[in-house]
């Protein structure tokens, strides 16, 4: 491709009064980087300028409370509630603006989805008392007094803003949260004036838009998040979405049409998709509003949009902008390398939420494992000394090791045993909904093949030849191999690893049972199920606990899918044989039933390929095993361990 193909994306648009130089905005994302005051920690700060070196027009701080005592739903969020917090907003505000950026903030209350541990107040605060499981009990319809109070919390976060020299705000009226919660009939059930009638659910949000921008004056961004459908029955639709913003164009600049609820683990998917759903899943609510005639300010779309998909979504006319987070995270120079007419080395994101995670730890990427680290690891930084360094193996964490060496400056050899560099990932990128994953698989082998390596195909590695190149030292990424436990009839001739099955290298019909219900058996069983199957999975994990070593909310979307497709669960048993009839499995209770198998799939586990890693250990002082072969776990432990080990040599 040629310099700037990308023409609609890199035309600048006005926003308000503020030009925007195209039409990129990053969207919000809690990245936990804050201190136990809510302060920007200078990592804050070093995140926040490489959103805005990644060549995007507007940035937005993620998910921000405006009122700390009953608005907060997660911690590690942003404090921009008092003036003791000035320092810290004036320094990230900097940082967007050292590259030409805007910086914008994502004020939120989180209304009935405030968190217990969290909250500070006896009462959360919502349109109608409306508890939800796992959160806050305790919640109070909201009084006169209450809704003025949050008005002016806004109100006055808005302000301070502007005073730290941000750009402007996005008011998150999306997703279930405090401002979509009296918008919407589902969880609005007031007979007062702010609820009932479309009129009356509207009024809360217009008085609080309103407010926020006689503050702040017209020179200051005012862009609002909302879904354009909440999905939930009794929810939000599109409609009443294009008849609100006709009212509330007047005080605001931007919308952003997001769909789906945060607040509920059956529609939270759909606010940030998972790899299990369409790329571009809310352009066509940003359409139907930036179709009306009567909506004449600028409407974003956010959700799973590439750079290439951005070009197509604005020329088409279905939106002026699109909001994008994880693909910059996967890689922060996609837009520079587009601009650049080098969109074939844009990394893929897998859409997998490791950037998100279950614990609360800063914002991380399973393709990008600098993201998030601190100085030393944050790049990847010239070694002080050149070294040869011996890659063995040449899966996930043999190329990351490869790309990093060759980065630090060091002279690399790789050895593959097979024909292509990728490993396992041509395994598992071939079942539905492994898009995303079989790019990643194209990009990685492709770069690794390019960067400066002496890569050497159909090689197996040994210790004869690997100090034959006389290696400083030497990194073994040798991965894992299927544990194969000693089941009787494991090795039956109906019976198929799970690797073999999902590569498509052996097939299967008929009444199917998958022995293992981790992730792998689930997806593969998925798989099996949609191309016609009869499966059963059975596990000695409970049947709530399936799935359960990935991100929780992937967890929850698998479940549901695998119900969606009638697989049967059997949890709380163990495979104690396979033979001619089925399946034979013993419960809790020592009672035993045999499962009827046509086919059987071993998706038992994997174990690091230790003989094979341990005949190289010894052979010099620095020796390195990385990723699977030091411990199975998924592409960001291999990733990462690879990069991290690799930086330090």
């Not at 994880?326 to 074939?344: F, I, Q, T, V």
């Not at 399973?366 to 193996?393: C, F, H, I, M, T």
């Not at 419960?587 to 198998?597: F, I, M, R, V």
């Not at 046509?598 to 230790?610: E, I, Q």
């Amino acid at each position: 491709m040629s310099f700037n193909d990308f023409q609609h994306v890199f035309t600048p648009i006005k926003v308000g009064r503020t030009t925007l130089k195209n039409r990129i905005e990053f969207a919000p994302m809690v990245c936990n980087f804050t201190n136990s005051s809510g302060e920007a920690t200078d990592k804050y700060v070093d995140f926040v300028e490489t959103q805005a070196a990644s060549g995007v027009a507007l940035i937005h701080l993620g998910a921000t409370p405006v009122d700390l005592d009953t608005g907060a739903d997660f911690p590690s969020e942003l404090d921009v509630t008092n003036d003791l917090k000035i320092n810290s907003l004036k320094l990230l505000a900097e940082a967007a603006h050292y590259h030409g950026a805007k910086l914008s903030v994502e004020l939120v209350h989180a209304g009935r989805g405030v968190d217990s541990k969290l909250i500070k107040t006896e009462w959360g605060l919502a349109p109608t008392s409306m508890p939800l499981p796992d959160k806050h009990p305790y919640i109070k319809e909201m009084d006169q007094k209450d809704i003025e109070h949050i008005i002016d919390c806004y109100v006055d976060c808005a302000s301070r803003l502007k005073r730290c020299t941000f750009d402007g705000v996005l008011i998150h009226g999306a997703h279930g949260n405090l401002i979509a919660q009296f918008l919407s009939p589902y969880t609005n059930h007031r007979t007062d004036i702010y609820g009932g009638s479309f009129e009356n659910r509207c009024r809360f949000p217009l008085m609080l838009l309103k407010a926020v921008r006689d503050a702040v004056g017209p020179d200051f961004i005012v862009e609002m998040r909302i879904s354009g459908d909440e999905i939930i029955p009794g929810g939000m639709r599109i409609d009443e979405v294009i008849e609100f913003l006709k009212l509330a164009q007047t005080y605001i600049d931007l919308v952003s049409v997001s769909s789906g609820l945060i607040v509920d683990p059956h529609y939270h998917h759909y606010t940030m998709p998972s790899y299990y759903q369409k790329k571009g899943l809310n352009v066509h609510l940003a359409r139907a509003v930036k179709q009306c005639p009567d909506i004449t300010i600028p409407v974003s779309v956010v959700g799973s949009i590439s750079a290439d998909m951005a070009e197509q979504i604005i020329a088409e006319g279905s939106a002026d902008m699109c909001a994008i987070a994880r693909s910059l995270l996967a890689d922060p120079d996609m837009l520079n390398k587009c601009y650049r007419g080098k969109p074939e080395e844009v990394r893929t994101c897998l859409r997998c939420w490791c950037c998100v995670g279950d614990d609360y730890g800063h914002i991380e990427c399973a393709v990008n494992p600098a993201l998030g680290r601190n100085q030393k690891y944050s790049k990847v930084w010239k070694a002080d000394e050149k070294k040869k360094v011996v890659v063995v193996g040449g899966g996930v964490a043999g190329c990351q090791s490869a790309q990093t060496l060759i980065k630090r400056g060091h002279e690399v050899i790789l050895f593959e045993k097979s024909d292509m560099l990728g490993g396992l990932l041509h395994d598992i990128n071939k079942i539905p909904y492994k898009e995303d994953m079989q790019k990643y698989t194209d990009w990685l082998v492709n770069t690794t093949m390019k960067c400066g390596a002496d890569i050497r195909l159909n090689t197996a590695a040994t210790p004869e030849n690997v100090m034959a190149e006389n290696p400083d030292a030497i990194i073994v990424a040798v991965g894992a191999s299927p544990a194969h436990p000693p089941i009787p009839g494991l090795d039956n001739a109906n019976v198929y690893n799970v690797l073999d099955v999902d590569s498509g290298r052996k097939k299967v019909s008929g009444n199917v049972v998958v022995c293992g219900g981790g992730i792998s058996g689930c997806e593969s069983a998925l798989a099996l199920a949609m191309e016609g199957c009869n499966v059963t999975i059975v596990d000695i994990l409970p049947v709530d606990q399936f799935a359960s070593n990935v991100i929780g909310m992937i967890t929850n979307i698998v479940l549901t899918k695998l119900k969606e497709n009638n697989i049967k669960l059997i949890g709380n048993h163990l495979v104690r044989k396979i033979d001619d009839q089925g399946v034979l499995i013993e419960g809790k209770d020592w009672s035993y039933q045999t499962l009827e198998a046509d086919y059987v799939v071993d998706a038992l586990g994997m174990k690091p390929n230790k003989e094979l890693a341990d005949s190289f250990i010894k052979l010099l002082p620095d020796v390195y095993v990385v990723g699977d072969a030091y411990e199975v776990k998924n592409i960001q432990r291999a990733n990462a361990s690879a990069y991290i080990r690799c930086c330090n040599i």
